[in-house]
C-alpha cells in the first residue's frame, strides 16, 4: 500500500511558477510508475505527465512547461509548473502504480493510488 500526498499548490498570476510535491509513504516510491493528472471544473480528469524510473512523459498541452522529476531519497515526486496560464488552473493530482511494461500510463484508470489533490488557480 502507497499513501500519496500532494503540497504546493495555490495562486498565482499569470506567467508565474510553482512546484507541486508529491510525497510517499509505506513503500519505497522509487520503482512506482507516478503520473501527475489535474481536474478543472466540469471537465474530466487530464494527464499532464508521469515518470518512470527517471525518464519522462508530459502532455503536448504542457510539454515545454512543466516538467515532472523525482528524488527517491526523499520519496518524492515533483511537478515543475511554469509559464502558467488560466486554462491550467485545475485540482491537481498524483497518482502511482507498480510498473508493468515499458510504455507510460496515461490513463487515471491505470493506476492504483491517489492523493486527495491539491488546487492551482492561475489569474489572468
Known amino acids: 500500500q502507497v499513501q500519496l500526498v500532494e503540497s504546493g499548490g495555490g495562486l498565482v498570476q499569470a506567467g508565474g511558477s510553482l512546484r507541486l510535491a508529491c510525497a510517499a509513504s509505506g513503500r519505497t516510491f522509487g520503482n512506482y510508475d507516478v503520473g501527475w493528472f489535474r481536474q478543472a471544473p466540469g471537465k474530466e480528469r487530464e494527464f499532464v505527465g508521469a515518470?518512470?524510473?527517471?525518464?519522462?512523459y508530459h502532455a503536448d498541452s504542457v510539454k515545454g512547461r512543466f516538467t515532472v522529476s523525482r528524488d527517491n531519497a526523499k520519496n518524492t515526486v515533483y511537478l515543475q509548473m511554469n509559464s502558467l496560464k488560466h486554462e491550467d488552473t485545475a485540482i491537481y493530482y498524483c497518482a502511482a502504480r507498480t510498473p508493468i511494461g515499458i510504455y507510460y500510463r496515461t490513463a487515471p484508470s491505470e493506476y492504483d493510488y491517489w492523493g486527495q489533490g491539491t488546487q492551482v488557480t492561475v489569474s489572468s
Open positions: 515518470i518512470k524510473r527517471s525518464s519522462t
